[in-house]
């Protein structure tokens, strides 16, 4: 089976600060793992992944996110928030070694950067 | 190069009513899933297809169902609608099946309301 978590509904930061939107996941095998952000009345749209390679994963609009086995986390960073990424962000996992080819989202965490 | 269309983007209905809602994805991509989106539940899965083949399904019951076109569009229909299927419906696209690696693209949605 597998799983992922997003611990907390909401993260305030203020503007210029850095952020970070924690992730832990549950998978069987190597996980695929996803962020995505969403804007209201819009759909997902994907910032980064991590398959395998280099812990440190870059994305767009300046994110990125670490993956770290041994804690089973991808938490997502960025060092410098802007009001615009005031949004909804999700991860999510897939088993990379077959199981379940179903994707699992987290819950989602709203992302509230203060001027 | 343009991203997943989805149609009607709003949607009234009344309890025992069908619905059928549209998505065409991104050219090339031959994988389409279809998520409900609630604020209680978050994001559920509902089915993928790939190829004109339902590949995975998600635990909703039979009143939901889809299909897939040569061409790669996707349909969903729900019958007998009930007020609990209010929700925004999502679709993604990507290159490969459910269990690649690759990101999948969201549309922006169909916002279904049950009267």
Redesign the interface.
């Given at each position: 089976a597998q799983s992922v978590a997003q611990p907390e509904d909401q993260v305030n930061v203020a503007e210029g600060n850095p952020l970070t939107v924690k992730c832990t996941y549950s998978v069987s095998g190597n996980p695929?793992l996803?962020w995505?952000v969403q804007y209201p009345?819009?759909?997902?749209?994907?910032l980064l992944?991590y398959?395998t390679g280099d812990n440190l994963v870059k994305g767009s609009y300046g994110f990125e996110a670490e993956f770290n086995k041994s804690q089973t986390s991808f938490h997502l960073k960025k060092p410098s928030a802007l009001v615009s990424d005031s949004a909804l962000y999700?991860c999510a996992v897939?088993d990379?070694l077959?199981g379940s080819?179903?994707?699992t989202?987290?819950?989602?965490t709203s992302l509230i950067v203060h001027p | 190069k343009a991203g997943v269309t989805q149609t009607p983007r709003y949607l009234i209905k009344t309890r025992g009513q069908q619905v059928t809602l549209s998505c065409s994805p991104i050219s090339g991509h031959r994988s389409v899933s279809w998520y409900q989106q609630t604020p209680g539940q978050g994001l559920q899965f509902l089915f993928e297809y790939f190829s004109e083949t339902q590949r995975n399904k998600g635990n909703f019951p039979g009143r939901f169902s889809g299909r897939q076109f040569s061409n790669s569009r996707s349909e969903m229909n729900v019958s007998t609608l009930e007020l609990g299927d209010s929700a925004l419906y999502l679709c993604a696209s990507s290159l490969g099946t459910g269990g690649g690696n690759q990101p999948q693209h969201f549309g922006d949605g169909t916002r279904l309301s049950i009267l």
């Open positions: 695929y996803f995505y009345n819009r759909g997902l749209q994907f992944k398959i999700f897939r990379g077959g080819y179903i994707p989202f987290g819950r989602g | -």
